[in-house]
């Protein structure tokens, strides 16, 4: 079963095995307003945890997308490049950025799960 990770940066990791899917939470494409444009990272590029994996710009603001995890890119969202407006309308599911090769399943420990998370949105 896949389980969802948040960052306070407001990106999202979704593990299943190995494989870790990433983009930024439902919250953020919110705050970022209409999404204009995904700048995706190459496939085969290695990524640390907290190192800029992508950028996104919206009407608002230009933002660079931390990796909530360190990996391999394996996998990216290429329908994004074409229609970035999906980051608004499904940013937790159809518009998905990056699937990683996880590096260290030990990284997850730093993460909030959706309940911490959910906690952590009632704080800001």
């Given at each position: 079963?896949?389980?969802?990770?948040?960052?306070?940066?407001?990106?999202?990791?979704?593990v299943d095995g190995?494989?870790?899917?990433?983009?930024?939470s439902?919250h953020?494409?919110?705050?970022l307003g209409?999404v204009?444009f995904?700048?995706l990272?190459?496939?085969?590029k290695?990524?640390k945890q907290?190192?800029?994996?992508a950028?996104?710009?919206?009407?608002?603001?230009?933002?660079?997308?931390d990796a909530?995890?360190?990996?391999?890119v394996?996998?990216?969202?290429?329908?994004?490049?074409?229609a970035?407006?999906k980051?608004?309308e499904?940013?937790?599911?159809?518009a998905?950025m990056?699937?990683?090769?996880?590096?260290?399943?030990g990284?997850?420990t730093?993460l909030?799960?959706?309940?911490?998370?959910?906690?952590?949105?009632?704080?800001?």
């Amino acid at each position: 079963m896949s389980e969802f990770y948040f960052t306070k940066e407001h990106e999202w990791v979704k593990v299943d095995g190995n494989s870790a899917v990433c983009g930024i939470s439902e919250h953020a494409a919110h705050e970022l307003g209409d999404v204009t444009f995904v700048e995706l990272p190459a496939v085969g590029k290695q990524v640390k945890q907290e190192e800029v994996l992508a950028a996104i710009e919206s009407v608002k603001a230009a933002s660079d997308i931390d990796a909530p995890v360190s990996g391999k890119v394996v996998k990216v969202n290429t329908e994004l490049e074409d229609a970035p407006e999906k980051v608004n309308e499904s940013a937790e599911e159809a518009a998905w950025m990056v699937e990683l090769e996880l590096a260290d399943a030990g990284e997850l420990t730093a993460l909030m799960t959706r309940e911490q998370y959910d906690e952590y949105l009632k704080s800001l």
